[in-house]
């Protein structure tokens, strides 16, 4: 059984920090390709940035300066770290292995002051 767990969401001010974290059981982690979207309220849902089994990574234009998504194998979870937050990023964050069905429930990310 294929399980995506999200945490580390949660209230911050604008300019901000958070990590954010997916951790999966259920599916060879190591040889996955590990995605990050998000949803606003009334949004459709929009990929942030993905990190491919050979860690190699793609960014979405809004998320190129400021998200940094990384892999630790060995714990088979994937890392967005998020800085310099603004009230725009305001969405629940979903993880995903590509090229599959396999979603985790989400976090929530509030940016607010």
């Known amino acids: 059984q294929v399980q995506l767990v999200e945490s580390g969401g949660g209230l911050a001010q604008p300019g901000g920090s958070l990590i954010l974290s997916c951790t999966a059981s259920?599916?060879?982690?190591?040889?996955?390709?590990m995605g990050w979207f998000r949803q606003a309220p009334g949004k459709q849902r929009e990929l942030v940035a993905f990190i491919r089994s050979d860690s190699s990574t793609y960014y979405e234009e809004f998320a190129k300066a400021r998200f940094t998504i990384s892999r630790d194998n060995a714990k088979n979870t994937a890392y967005l770290q998020m800085s310099d937050l603004k009230p725009e990023d305001t969405a629940v964050y979903y993880c995903?292995?590509?090229?599959?069905?396999?979603w985790g429930r989400g976090t929530q990310v509030t940016v607010s002051s």
């Open positions: 995903k292995v590509l090229d599959s069905d396999y």
């Open positions: 259920g599916i060879l982690f190591s040889v996955s390709n």
